[in-house]
């Protein structure tokens, strides 16, 4: 089995990458809704989270992703001890969704925070999803109804595109020029042949 990880700045176009892929006949496991649905699901999670947030971080059984948001954005501290709470459990969620998927000769674990978890030391090859960033931007205003400011502020939070790039095997670049089907579509051919 092949494992490869898919990383990329918000807005770069991870998810358009992943259905791709998943078109492909290859499964996808997607870190971040996996890490949303265990924040409200899973006992040591809540109880974590609850420890540094206090106890009405969590509205009928939600967490408030509003307020985690905007408490963590700016604080680089607080944000790395909610990740030391949330990534060892996605991390162990992960293990057990590679069982289930041991015969694929071919699977894809996208995460936004692939590098800043050390998540891409588990995986065979790395695929930066890049675009520039003003489309980045605008992409994420529209998705999520954010001003321009809360998006750069989430970008600075977040390691720099250039970096990614430098430690990814491939980059695959959905910035609206280069066609970006034909790109998947021949990384899927490398990647299987390597299996």
Same mark, same amino acid.
Request: hydrophobic share 40%; aromatic share 6%; net charge neutral.
């Given at each position: 089995?092949?494992?490869?990880?898919?990383?990329?700045?918000?807005?770069?176009?991870k998810?358009?990458?992943?259905?791709?892929?998943?078109?492909?006949h290859?499964?996808?496991y997607? +870190?971040?809704?996996?890490?949303?649905?265990?924040?409200?699901?899973?006992?040591?999670?809540?109880?974590?989270v609850?420890?540094l947030?206090?106890?009405?971080? !969590?509205?009928?059984?939600?967490?408030n992703? +509003?307020?985690?948001?905007s $408490?963590?954005?700016?604080?680089?501290?607080?944000?790395?001890?909610?990740?030391?709470?949330?990534?060892?459990?996605?991390?162990?969620?992960?293990?057990?969704w $590679?069982?289930?998927?041991? !015969?694929?000769?071919?699977?894809?674990?996208?995460? +936004?925070?692939?590098?800043?978890?050390?998540?891409?030391?588990?995986?065979?090859?790395?695929?930066t999803?890049?675009?520039?960033? +003003?489309?980045?931007?605008?992409? *994420?205003?529209?998705?999520?109804?954010?001003?321009?400011?809360? *998006?750069?502020?989430?970008?600075?939070?977040?390691?720099?595109e250039?970096?990614?790039?430098?430690?990814?095997?491939?980059?695959? !670049?959905?910035?609206?020029?280069?066609?970006l089907?034909?790109?998947?579509?021949?990384?899927?051919?490398?990647?299987?042949?390597?299996?």
């Amino acid at each position: 089995m092949i494992k490869v990880g898919i990383t990329g700045g918000i807005g770069s176009g991870k998810s358009t990458v992943c259905t791709l892929f998943k078109m492909l006949h290859v499964p996808v496991y997607n +870190a971040d809704i996996e890490a949303r649905a265990l924040t409200n699901n899973d006992a040591k999670i809540v109880a974590g989270v609850k420890g540094l947030f206090g106890e009405d971080i !969590y509205q009928d059984g939600q967490l408030n992703r +509003a307020k985690v948001g905007s $408490l963590v954005f700016n604080n680089t501290e607080l944000l790395s001890k909610l990740n030391t709470i949330i990534h060892p459990v996605v991390a162990s969620h992960f293990q057990n969704w $590679l069982f289930k998927h041991q !015969y694929c000769p071919l699977i894809i674990k996208e995460a +936004a925070i692939l590098f800043e978890s050390d998540g891409h030391k588990q995986m065979d090859k790395v695929i930066t999803v890049s675009a520039p960033e +003003a489309l980045r931007i605008n992409r *994420v205003m529209k998705r999520d109804a954010l001003t321009k400011e809360e *998006v750069e502020s989430r970008i600075k939070n977040q390691m720099s595109e250039e970096e990614k790039v430098k430690m990814s095997d491939y980059v695959i !670049y959905c910035n609206d020029v280069e066609l970006l089907i034909p790109q998947v579509v021949n990384l899927h051919k490398e990647l299987k042949s390597l299996s």
